[in-house]
T-cell receptor
C-alpha cells in the first residue's frame, strides 16, 4: 500500500498557483518525498524531491513540514499543460541504500481551467 | 541527451502468446526497473535490474521475466499472455549510488491482449 494520501482531484485557474497537498505521516528518517506527474497516456515525469528542506527548481517548489508528516507541491503559475495526475511518493534514496520500488497511490488529478 | 527510450510504442498480441518489450536507459544510468500500469490505476513495480541481475521483484508471477545486457539496456518478457496483461508497460532508469539517484521514466509500451 502507498504510504501517502492525496486528494483525488483539484481545480486551479490558469495563471494562478496550484498547491497540491500530500500526507505521509509514517515517513521514515531516510525516506525522501518525490513528486511525479503523468499527463494522459504518457510516462510519469519527475518533478522534484526533498528530504526535509524546502526545494525549488524550474518546474515547482516543494514545501515539507518540520515534522515531515506532510508536504505541498506548488506550481507557481499553472497552465493548461499542467493538467495531469500528480503522484506523491516516499522513497528510501539516500547514500547507503535506495529502493527502486516506487509505490504509487491514486494521485491527484489537477485540472487547470482556462 | 536521450532520455529513457522504449519500443515498441504499441502492440497487439493474442492470448497465450509471448511478448518482448525493450528499453534503453537514460545516458549514464546503470539500473532499469519495469512497471505495469493498468487503465485508471497507478504504476505497479514489476522488477529491477542492476549489473545484469534481478535485484528486487514486485508481486508478479513468473510469467514475467527480464534481462539486462552489458550496455545496461533491458528487456521485459511476458509469457502465456492473459487478457489482464493488457496495460501500459513503463521502463524507468537511474544510477545506483549518489544522493537521490532520481528515477526517470520512458513513455511506455502499450500492450493490448485480445
Amino acid at each position: 500500500d502507498a504510504k501517502t494520501t492525496q486528494p483525488p482531484s483539484m481545480d486551479c485557474a490558469e495563471g494562478r498557483a496550484a498547491n497540491l497537498p500530500c500526507n505521509h505521516s509514517t515517513i521514515s528518517g531516510n525516506e525522501y518525498v518525490y513528486w511525479y506527474r503523468q499527463i494522459h497516456s504518457q510516462g510519469p515525469q519527475y518533478i522534484i524531491h526533498g528530504l526535509k528542506n524546502n526545494e525549488t527548481n524550474e518546474m515547482a517548489s516543494l514545501i515539507i513540514t518540520e515534522d515531515r508528516k506532510s508536504s505541498t507541491l506548488i506550481l507557481p503559475h499553472a497552465t493548461l499543460r499542467d493538467t495531469a495526475v500528480y503522484y506523491c511518493i516516499v522513497r528510501v534514496a539516500g547514500r547507503g541504500g535506495a529502493t527502486n520500488k516506487l509505490i504509487f497511490g491514486t494521485g491527484t488529478l489537477l485540472a487547470v481551467q482556462p | 541527451d536521450a532520455g529513457v527510450t522504449q519500443s515498441p510504442t504499441h502492440l497487439i498480441k493474442t492470448r497465450g502468446q509471448q511478448v518482448t518489450l525493450r528499453c534503453s536507459p537514460k545516458s549514464g544510468h546503470d539500473t532499469v526497473s519495469w512497471y505495469q500500469q493498468a487503465l485508471g490505476q497507478g504504476p505497479q513495480f514489476i522488477f529491477q535490474y542492476y549489473e545484469e541481475e534481478e535485484r528486487q521483484r514486485g508481486n508478479f508471477p513468473d510469467r514475467f521475466s527480464g534481462h539486462q545486457f552489458p550496455n545496461y539496456s533491458s528487456e521485459l518478457n511476458v509469457n502465456a499472455l492473459l487478457l489482464g496483461d493488457s496495460a501500459l508497460y513503463l521502463c524507468a532508469s537511474n544510477s545506483v549510488g549518489g544522493l537521490g539517484n532520481t528515477i526517470y521514466f520512458g513513455e511506455g509500451s502499450w500492450l493490448t491482449v485480445v
